[in-house]
């Protein structure tokens, strides 16, 4: 028999493993975070490129507490947990002990765009902030890793919308509305 190697491009990491498993250089906890957004879920939103300015987390009480700012940035694609990609941040559990509910992201006033299931895009300019909940929520202790991994509960695209948007292109230009529009 021949012996083969194989080296894979990418490292998928399965969401919500336990937290013995992920560990950072320090060999401490890694939190593996999985956010939803209302909107998203009830849109069928499958996709986000978001011009983030910062971004905070919002505790049990109410109150926010900011984590880090992004002078300066450009549009960041947010894809779903069904693509198996997720946001890797080095700051999220530097936050002081607590249990934090959800994570605010501050938008820039252009450059944000939203794709939905059925591969229909629409530019998200004037959204100041959107809210995403933690599911089953953030307890800080203070002993984890400051890294976090974040996932994004979105829905998976239509096998149809594909060839919609083909048929969106021969059909010629018309007037266009957004979903948000009728929100």
């Not at 249990?99 to 939905?116: D, E, H, Q, V």
């Not at 229909?120 to 202790?141: C, M, P, R, S």
């Not at 994004?152 to 509305?177: H, M, N, R, T, Y």
């Amino acid at each position: 028999m021949k012996k083969m190697n194989f080296y894979p491009k990418t490292w998928q990491v399965v969401p919500l493993i336990s937290d013995r498993y992920q560990l950072d250089s320090d060999g401490k906890c890694i939190k593996d975070l999985v956010l939803q957004n209302s909107y998203a879920t009830d849109m069928k939103v499958s996709e986000m490129e978001l011009n983030i300015t910062k971004f905070s987390a919002i505790d049990t009480k109410g109150q926010e507490h900011f984590i880090a700012d992004f002078p300066g940035q450009t549009a960041i694609p947010i894809k779903g947990m069904h693509t198996g990609l997720f946001l890797k941040s080095k700051s999220v559990l530097s936050l002081a002990p607590g249990s934090y509910s959800a994570i605010r992201f501050y938008l820039g006033k252009t450059g944000s765009r939203i794709t939905y299931s059925d591969r229909y895009e629409e530019d998200a300019d004037g959204i100041k902030y959107l809210d995403f909940e933690i599911v089953n929520g953030l307890i800080v202790v203070g002993e984890e890793s400051p890294e976090a991994i974040l996932r994004f509960d979105f829905a998976p695209f239509k096998a149809i919308g594909f060839f919609k948007s083909i048929a969106q292109v021969f059909k010629g230009q018309g007037v266009l509305a957004g979903k948000l529009a009728h929100s």
